[in-house]
């Protein structure tokens, strides 16, 4: 065998391997969530780690032009991942389902992808990952799954959304994330946030028209941890 042949057997079945850049990664996992066009790009700048705003522009405009990024009734969307149909959910940090102690500040920490099979909900463009931490809910059936520490809390932003009674709900509380049912407590003209779980030692949160308060989405599924 000729050199020239042997050189020629042995490249052919090399194979480039191409990483995405990190802040087109942090780009994607925010649109995931949020509507790209209606953040100022000198915010997108602080939040993926760059340093001007053309930088923004350069990166979505390569995410756009590779079919990354699509353009969707009025918002910029990720497209749905060819490799193996897999969905990537973003994951905006832990929340707890005792007492809210964990900040809520709206940075993506990482992304699962999963299989679009295994997911109750069908438009997955406006829901993210929350790691539960605690025990306080691990008697809530979520399309009969329980939530307990560690699990993925599978959220859902939905315009509007106006809770209704014994729904699971993200909460933020004067920044503090929590995952609770939602109870109104009409007589009172109070609302709560309650535990549901094998415990019974734990308090109701009560929320009044002062508090620094909000239903930031509706839990709509779990995706279970892994044991170690």
Known sequence: MSKKT?????TRFCVT?????????RLLDIAQV???????????????GCDYPSQITHHLNQLIKHGKLVRRNGRL???????QGLVRIPVMGEADCGEATRFADGRVFDTIAISPTLLSVKNTSNIYALIARGDSMNRANINGKT??????????KINGYTPND???????????ANIKRFVRDKLHGRLLL????????????????????????KVVDVIKGIAA
Request: no cysteine.
């Open 194 to 217: 309650l535990s549901d779980s094998h415990r019974t030692d734990y308090a109701p949160i009560i929320i009044s028209e002062d508090d620094q308060f909000q239903v930031e989405a």
């Open 147 to 156: 939530i307990e520490d560690g699990d993925y809390v599978i959220a859902e």
């Open 166 to 176: 014994n729904d699971v709900v993200v909460s933020i509380i004067g920044g503090l």
């Open 34 to 48: 949020e509507n790209l066009n209606e953040i100022r790009r000198v915010d997108l700048v602080k939040r993926v």
């Open 17 to 25: 391997i191409v990483t995405m850049n990190p802040i087109q990664q």
């Open 6 to 10: 042997e050189k020629r057997q042995k």
């Open 77 to 83: 969307m990720p497209a749905l991942s060819s490799h």
